[in-house]
């Protein structure tokens, strides 16, 4: 298994990105899939999950923000954010059900 | 949301000796298929995070035995035997039974 996020960068407050989180080794389309962060020496922080049939879920902290969203063809899941805050910055991983992560990508949100 | 508190922030531990983390959830975890969805993930320093435990004590592939989970409805708790120098890193508790998911704070395990 292995999951490999791209797409971070440094962004300005209230600006947008797109994470993407390339998956192989395991039929992805059969398992739900989570997008989870950590803000820099903080604990992990849930931000979004999408099921196998694309049903979603949003923290609080992020709903009407960013938008989880995948493309079974292509083996890849997407995190849309958008009006960003400072408090985003993170490294964002992504994880196939708990079990497996990606190595992280940093989003930092500052002018 | 369902908070899930974790005592205690941080312990030390020699090695071979045992530990042990609670976890406590603000409401019962206990699914309507009769199932508790209660994680154990593990972070070791500079690496990307991995479960060990899923649903209360079921061990993930690979994972020692000397890791064990038990508990119920909102009490939880992460067993430690005979602790290795490869165990130190923070520990989070993560309920998945009800929407949206949510972790502990963490309990960092340092080796004394």
């Known amino acids: 298994v292995q999951l490999v996020e791209s797409g971070g960068g440094l962004v300005q407050p209230g600006k947008s990105l797109k994470l993407s989180c390339s998956a192989s080794?395991?039929?992805?389309?059969?398992?739900?899939m989570h997008w989870i962060r950590q803000a820099p020496g903080k604990g992990l922080d849930w931000v979004a999950y999408?099921?196998?049939?694309?049903?979603?879920v949003y923290a609080d902290a992020v709903k009407g923000r960013f938008t989880i969203s995948r493309d079974n063809a292509k083996n890849t899941l997407y995190l849309q954010l958008n009006s960003l805050k400072s408090e985003d910055t993170a490294i964002y991983y992504c994880a196939r059900t708990l079990i497996d992560w990606g190595q992280g990508v940093m989003v930092t949100v500052s002018s | 949301d369902i908070v899930m508190t974790q005592t205690p922030l941080s312990l030390s531990v020699a090695i071979g000796q045992s530990a042990s983390i609670s976890c406590k959830s603000s409401q019962s975890l206990k699914y309507s298929d009769g199932k508790t969805y209660l994680n154990w993930v593990f972070q070791s320093p500079g690496q990307s995070p991995k479960r060990l435990i899923y649903q209360v004590s079921k061990l993930d592939s690979g994972v020692p035995d000397r890791f064990s989970g038990t508990g119920s409805e909102t009490d939880f708790t992460l067993k430690i035997s005979r602790v290795e120098a490869e165990d130190l890193g923070v520990y989070y508790c993560?309920?998945?039974?009800?929407?949206?998911?949510?972790f502990g704070s963490g309990t960092k395990l340092e080796i004394k």
């Open positions: 080794g395991f039929t992805f389309s059969s398992y739900g």
């Open positions: 999408i099921s196998s049939s694309s049903g979603t």
């Open positions: 993560c309920q998945g039974s009800y929407s949206p998911f949510t």
